[in-house]
């Protein structure tokens, strides 16, 4: 996937962000990148908080293909890395 098609893919889920006023995850970044936290518990939990957030997001669409594109970290349209990570490789 070529750089410019990712950039067009941002700028679209960044237009549909715009468009419905915003999404809750900006508000939760601690949910939606616990990568770091060392407490498996705790992890667990905020990537359950985050799924749900995104659950009814407006753009969860839109946010899932650009991070299965991309190779993102974090909790992106209601995915894991490493759930995107295994539907890349199927």
């Not at 936290?37 to 992890?43: A, F, S, V």
């Not at 799924?51 to 753009?59: I, N």
């Given at each position: 996937?070529?750089s410019r098609h990712l950039e067009r893919k941002?700028?679209?889920?960044?237009?549909?962000?715009?468009?419905?006023?915003?999404?809750?995850?900006?508000?939760?970044?601690?949910?939606?990148?616990?990568?770091?936290?060392?407490?498996?518990?705790?992890?667990?939990?905020?990537?359950?908080?985050?799924?749900e957030v995104c659950d009814d997001c407006p753009?969860?669409?839109?946010?899932?293909?650009?991070?299965?594109?991309?190779?993102?970290?974090?909790i992106w349209g209601g995915t894991t890395a490493?759930?995107?990570?295994?539907?890349?490789?199927?």
């Amino acid at each position: 996937m070529t750089s410019r098609h990712l950039e067009r893919k941002y700028i679209e889920l960044q237009h549909a962000i715009a468009e419905n006023g915003g999404v809750q995850c900006s508000q939760l970044p601690e949910c939606f990148f616990p990568e770091d936290e060392p407490n498996l518990y705790l992890r667990r939990k905020l990537i359950a908080v985050a799924k749900e957030v995104c659950d009814d997001c407006p753009v969860k669409a839109r946010c899932f293909d650009y991070a299965l594109s991309a190779g993102m970290v974090g909790i992106w349209g209601g995915t894991t890395a490493e759930e995107r990570q295994k539907l890349r490789s199927n």
